[in-house]
């Protein structure tokens, strides 16, 4: 049975920080591309983040460059996703999330590429 279990969120004030962690059980995942999916209140999903199988390449959405950081340790079966200088903007439930079968996608740009998610976790910004 495949698991993700994210962690992390909160609320806090603009400028500051926040540390998430998507922590996988029932999978190779040093097979999957991981992506962090967003969804703002009233908005679509939104792909954040995502990083490669080896950690080797990343995507941002281009409201996030700059501020936010994905990384994963294939040893410890974790995604993480570093979030630094946070806006009001970016308060949203933060998903995280892998395609079905491992060695597929090899970057997840779109959460229509996702299959297995956490439960999500809140991140909320006030100003």
């Known amino acids: 049975q495949v698991q993700l279990v994210e962690s992390g969120g909160g609320l806090v004030q603009a400028g500051d920080s926040l540390r998430l962690s998507c922590a996988t059980s029932?999978?190779?995942?040093?097979?999957?591309?991981v992506a962090w999916v967003r969804q703002a209140p009233g908005k679509e999903r939104e792909v954040g983040a995502a990083i490669v199988r080896s950690g080797g390449s990343t995507y941002y959405a281009d409201s996030v460059k700059g501020r936010f950081t994905i990384s994963r340790d294939n040893a410890d079966d974790t995604v993480y996703l570093q979030m630094n200088s946070l806006k009001p903007e970016d308060t949203a439930v933060y998903y995280c999330?892998?395609?079905?079968?491992?060695?597929?996608?090899?970057?997840?740009?779109?959460?229509?590429?996702?299959?297995?998610w956490g439960q999500g976790t809140q991140v909320s910004v006030s100003a």
């Open positions: 999330c892998t395609p079905q079968w491992g060695r597929t996608w090899p970057l997840l740009s779109n959460p229509n590429q996702c299959y297995y």
């Open positions: 029932g999978l190779t995942f040093s097979h999957y591309a």
